[in-house]
């Protein structure tokens, strides 16, 4: 498989799986819920793996300031999955607001969004080194 095709891969199923987390966190079906957040986060996780085998058959510097501005954006919506991640449980045991957590966890999906258009412009803009 090549780093495209599995970042593909990875990036379709983390979306399948954040619209699944989204879907039964809406309909508080909390044991489906937790489920597809971990799906979530562990093709999270070879998305990033195979974004970076990606990045290596490309000259990325050469698609100008969208590469430090996706590569920012790309570790900034990361760390926003703590968000989520911390709250969800707090919101459970009714030590937070249930709307923390779901801001955080759009907060998360919206910056998930914008980090893979940057990403694809970003891609669109280097030049293969292959």
């Known amino acids: ?3 495209e095709a599995g970042f593909l891969t990875a990036l379709l199923v983390t979306v399948g799986f954040l619209v699944g987390a989204a879907i039964t966190g809406r309909k508080r079906i909390i044991h ?21 085998k990606v990045g290596e058959r490309y000259d ?8 430090p501005f996706h590569k920012t954006l790309a570790k900034i919506t990361t760390a926003m999955y703590l968000w989520p991640l911390i709250t969800g449980p707090m919101a459970r045991k009714g030590k937070i607001r249930p709307s923390v957590h779901r801001t955080g966890a759009w907060l998360a999906l919206g910056l998930t969004v914008a980090a893979t258009v940057t990403g694809v412009i970003m891609l669109m803009r280097a030049t293969p080194l292959f």
């Open 1 to 3: 498989m090549t780093p």
């Open 32 to 52: 489906h819920h937790v489920k597809f957040v971990a799906g979530a986060v562990v093709s999270l996780g070879v998305a990033i793996f195979f974004a970076l």
């Open 60 to 67: 990325l510097e050469a698609a100008g300031w969208i590469t």
